[in-house]
């Protein structure tokens, strides 16, 4: 009785991970990303889009409401997913195996990293508005371990979830036959791709600025 209690309890949190790794987090992601490419636009560009985005009403609301909490859900079931190693069926297939591991290894990267990024970004260096964000993060990046950080935190992040889409397509039975998913994981690994070009375009706006 209480076996199964906990099998249906698993099932719905595993579920509830999945979703929250497609809406917000990876909406969310490439949105950020994009916004931030402002920065190869001017300083300028790049501050007024930072102030619209801070200046949003419902603010408190959409950062907490709509994206820290399932964000922090799908980090807390995440690591709860990592340290229990539950049985997966795609630890059976073998050709996947290579990425079961690295969708564990980039979670573990991009955990510490968005600690990282968000304590810095929203308490440390920009912790009032309205500022010149763009000079001080300039400033930041200019330094060549916090450049490569962010290089590796973008990479893992673009790695993360071109193959969490992947596996969420079979999760969810989108893409049940062996061909479908070879073109899948095709498809998302360009899209991937294409994701961390933007990510480093709009890290290098402030370094080629
Ligand atoms: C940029 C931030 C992140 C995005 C966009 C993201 C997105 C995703 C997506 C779309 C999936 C696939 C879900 C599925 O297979 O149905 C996934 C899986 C996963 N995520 Fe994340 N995630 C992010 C950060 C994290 C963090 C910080 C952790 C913390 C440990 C984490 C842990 C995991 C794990 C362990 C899986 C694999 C679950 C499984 O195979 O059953 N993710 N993620």
Redesign the pocket.
């Known amino acids: 009785m209480s076996a199964d209690k906990t099998t249906y309890a698993e099932f719905l949190i ?1 579920r509830l ?2 979703l929250t ?2 809406a917000p ?2 909406v ?2 490439g949105f950020h990303l994009f916004a931030n490419s402002y920065s190869t636009k001017s300083g300028g560009a790049f501050n007024s889009i930072v102030d619209s985005l801070r200046g949003m009403p419902y603010l408190p609301f959409i950062e907490w409401g709509l994206l820290l909490s399932p ?1 922090i859900f ?2 807390v ?3 709860w ?2 340290v229990t190693g ?1 049985p ?1 069926i ?1 630890r059976q297939n073998r050709p996947r195996n290579w990425a ?1 591991v690295a ?2 290894v980039t ?2 990267v ?2 510490v990293f ?1 600690i990282y990024h968000v304590v810095t970004m929203k308490y440390v260096y920009l912790d009032s508005t309205p500022m010149d964000y763009y000079e001080i993060l300039r400033a930041k990046f200019a330094t060549p371990w916090i450049y490569w950080w962010y290089v590796i935190g973008i990479g893992c ?1 673009a790695f ?2 071109a193959n ?2 992947c ?2 397509c ?3 039975g989108i893409t049940v036959t062996r061909q479908s998913q070879r073109l899948t994981a095709a498809a998302l690994a360009a899209a991937g791709m294409i994701l961390f070009a933007i990510g480093l375009t709009a890290l290098n706006g402030f370094t080629h600025g």
């Open positions: 595993r991970h999945s790794g497609l987090l990876a969310f992601l964000f799908h980090m079931a995440g690591v997913i990592i539950q997966n795609l079961y969708q564990r979670a573990i991009v955990f968005i992040a993360h979830l969490g889409l596996t969420f079979m999760t969810w």
